[in-house]
């Protein structure tokens, strides 16, 4: 009973869904489950499903409810319940009763999907903005697009299609007005709106579209064209605006929510005034929900990534010009350091010949762990007493040496003594076999440990001396 309770769970998932919103889905399929099941107990199918324990399984992710049932009429929820009664008896009435349902099958119970994606642009271009609308269907994306067509002077105009009612092109006329208004303050120097005719389109010609809701798309619809910048990516929004730029309220705010989540958008911008509406819902996951009321907050919003992007790139311009000016005269001094050098010294040369021969020794014993180890240990041995050994040769420079390269920055010992080491070291490390690099890390440690012990002994029998000779 429990396989068969899960496969119509499964069943109901795909083809029962059709006058229940999203949020509701929950509860109001446990009342569809429990009718059904009660269905199939007076008609006894529950005892030939356990009479053959059989298993009847629907992939989850097989279809989507989405593309076969997205209507709320009463009618429609007959239909679906039909269709979930024959996939029922068409499993029942096969062979063995053991299938695994894939889509190719689905559609021989339900039919072919009659609903598609509303998405079109995986990212929006310039000049296209997506909207939310209500419909008698319940929520709906829409893109609202622009184009410039006609360029002259003083040929501004807008040019409307879509089969827009007349609240809707008002909207637009509206929209065009206040698109010029913020245009003049953002860039004065743009004359697109002045000189250019715009051709305004909301796709699906064929669906009447009506309703003051999109008029802060179309606003920013325009703007994006005039200012050639893309809105932010995933973003929906809807909401009446004024004149003078304030964001009014709008209905349907379950089902425009619902149709955003469909659409897979991660961010929506509502009306401030809807905020209560928007509460009441079930949380949403995965979506950034702005509340504004007016219209300059959803210009900031639209547009935060472009200038977001245009102030990196303005600053990374000026950290790289820096870097490089300031690079430039210490790349000199650098170049002008190893011109200093008199190469011809017998130590320099003893020195870089001392080099060579350790670059042979670390080759040819390369597969010698334990000579391995211990050079590597002594390298870094070297680099440690490099500070001990400048003082030493910086005190004593004139028994060896035509001129002291010894600074109290000690540059001479960090670029020709410690540098090499270092990377001779590197190198040592790099060859080691992987069993070899960890019992070397450990015995490291564990030599770190040691003398971090020995030392801590050392400054407690201290502590201990000075405390018998005060009691003393």
Known sequence: MEMLSQFLTQILIHVAQPHVSEFEYETALIGILFALLQWLYVSSVRVLFAANHTEANIGYKAVKITTYVNARTTLEARKGKRKGFRCCFSLWCS??????????????????????????????????????????????????????????????????????????????????????????????????????????????????????????????????????KPVKKDLAM??????????????????????????????????????????????????????????????????????????????????SSELRSNLRPAKDNFLGFFHAIDWKEPWLLGLLSFYVLLLLVTIISRKNTNFQMCLFLLTLAGVYLAESLNSILGENWKSFSTQNYFDPSGVFMSVLWSGPLLAFAMIIFSIFPYDATIMLTINTLFSLCYLIVKCKRAELRHRARAARSKQE
């Open 238 to 319: 809807t909401g009446e605006v004024t004149l003078t730029g304030k964001i009014l309220p709008i209905g349907g705010v379950k089902e425009k929510t619902m149709a955003a989540r469909r659409s897979e958008v991660k961010t929506t911008i509502f009306p401030s005034a809807n905020k209560r509406d928007f509460d009441e819902l079930a949380p949403v996951k995965g979506l950034e929900v702005h509340f504004v009321d007016d219209y300059m907050q959803i210009f900031d919003l639209a547009f935060a990534v472009e200038e977001h992007v245009d102030l990196m790139s303005d600053l990374v311009q000026k950290i």
């Open 95 to 228: 062979d063995g009763l053991s299938s695994c349902c894939k889509l190719p099958v689905i559609d021989d119970f339900v039919g072919k999907p009659v609903f598609h994606a509303e998405r079109i642009y995986d990212q929006t271009p310039a000049g296209v903005v997506m909207g939310l609308a209500w419909t008698a269907m319940g929520g709906s994306t829409l893109y609202i697009e622009t184009k410039f067509v006609e360029e002259g002077d003083g040929k501004g105009a807008l040019h409307i299609t879509g089969q827009l009612g007349d609240v809707m092109k008002e909207n637009a006329q509206l929209a065009h007005t206040i698109a010029r208004d913020i245009l003049r303050e953002k860039e004065p120097e743009n004359t697109s709106f002045a000189n250019t005719k715009i051709h305004l389109h909301v796709p699906a010609g064929a669906t009447p579209k009506d309703g003051p809701s999109a008029g802060c798309t179309m606003t920013t619809s325009m703007l994006s064209l005039a200012l050639k």
